[in-house]
């Protein structure tokens, strides 16, 4: 009983911790519109942003340059995230004024929902610079959701955005060594050997005997 209590205690550390990279990117993986439900990529103009890879610039239609409602139009991307420690962000650019939300807070540039002409002045445009980082870092592990609004006050609508979260699980642990279990242990096994001795010795004593 003594010796199996002693080896039960002893335990060992996990270390092993699994990662994964979760992209997010205007890809048409996992996103949809208040529109028409699906998005579409498009064909934009010369001076807007070049897409990065494995992203490119999507509305609810082919909407460059043929007149469209000027109404807000809601894009969704819907992520998971496997991991308990999260870190990434999102690169966005917009094509009109675009308003920024991650799981229903806004977390971009002020909204700027006035009629302007062509790509709207603020922090987030059509050109290459002219872009916003929002910061993923932090989230929990399980479901998310990132949702852009434009408006656009002629007839176009157009978003671009591409980032990953690198999603890291924490270490699995089976349980954790006592330097007074181990202690403990040592001194059990050396009982049990002394005591296997001893009944082997009185064996031989009573064989030749």
């Given at each position: 009983m003594y010796i199996k209590f002693l080896l039960t205690s002893f335990v060992l550390v996990s270390t092993d911790v699994h990662a994964a990279t979760i992209q997010i990117a205007s890809d048409l993986v996992n996103e949809f519109n208040n529109r028409t439900g699906e998005n579409v990529f498009i064909i934009t103009d010369p001076s807007w942003a070049i897409a990065p890879a494995g992203a490119g610039w999507i509305s609810y239609d082919n909407t460059p340059p043929s007149g469209k409602s000027n109404a807000v139009t809601i894009f969704t991307e819907e992520f998971f995230l496997t991991g308990t420690v999260n870190v990434g962000s999102v690169r966005i650019w917009a094509y009109g004024t675009p308003?920024?939300?991650?799981?229903?807070?806004?977390?971009?540039?002020p909204s700027n929902f006035l009629q302007d002409p062509g790509c709207a002045p603020g922090p987030i445009d059509c050109p290459?610079?002219?872009?916003?980082?929002?910061?993923?870092?932090?989230?929990?592990?399980?479901?998310?959701v990132l949702s852009v609004s434009l408006h656009q006050g002629g007839d176009s609508y157009g978003l671009l955005y591409s980032g990953s979260v690198n999603s890291i699980g924490a270490a699995e642990v089976i349980a954790n060594?006592?330097?007074?279990?181990?202690?403990?242990?040592?001194?059990?096994?050396?009982?049990?050997?002394?005591?296997?001795?001893r009944r082997n010795t009185s064996r031989v004593t009573a064989w030749r005997e």
């Amino acid at each position: 009983m003594y010796i199996k209590f002693l080896l039960t205690s002893f335990v060992l550390v996990s270390t092993d911790v699994h990662a994964a990279t979760i992209q997010i990117a205007s890809d048409l993986v996992n996103e949809f519109n208040n529109r028409t439900g699906e998005n579409v990529f498009i064909i934009t103009d010369p001076s807007w942003a070049i897409a990065p890879a494995g992203a490119g610039w999507i509305s609810y239609d082919n909407t460059p340059p043929s007149g469209k409602s000027n109404a807000v139009t809601i894009f969704t991307e819907e992520f998971f995230l496997t991991g308990t420690v999260n870190v990434g962000s999102v690169r966005i650019w917009a094509y009109g004024t675009p308003s920024v939300r991650l799981d229903g807070t806004h977390v971009g540039p002020p909204s700027n929902f006035l009629q302007d002409p062509g790509c709207a002045p603020g922090p987030i445009d059509c050109p290459q610079l002219e872009f916003a980082d929002v910061s993923l870092d932090g989230l929990s592990q399980g479901a998310h959701v990132l949702s852009v609004s434009l408006h656009q006050g002629g007839d176009s609508y157009g978003l671009l955005y591409s980032g990953s979260v690198n999603s890291i699980g924490a270490a699995e642990v089976i349980a954790n060594p006592e330097p007074g279990t181990i202690f403990l242990l040592g001194g059990g096994l050396i009982g049990l050997a002394a005591i296997v001795r001893r009944r082997n010795t009185s064996r031989v004593t009573a064989w030749r005997e």
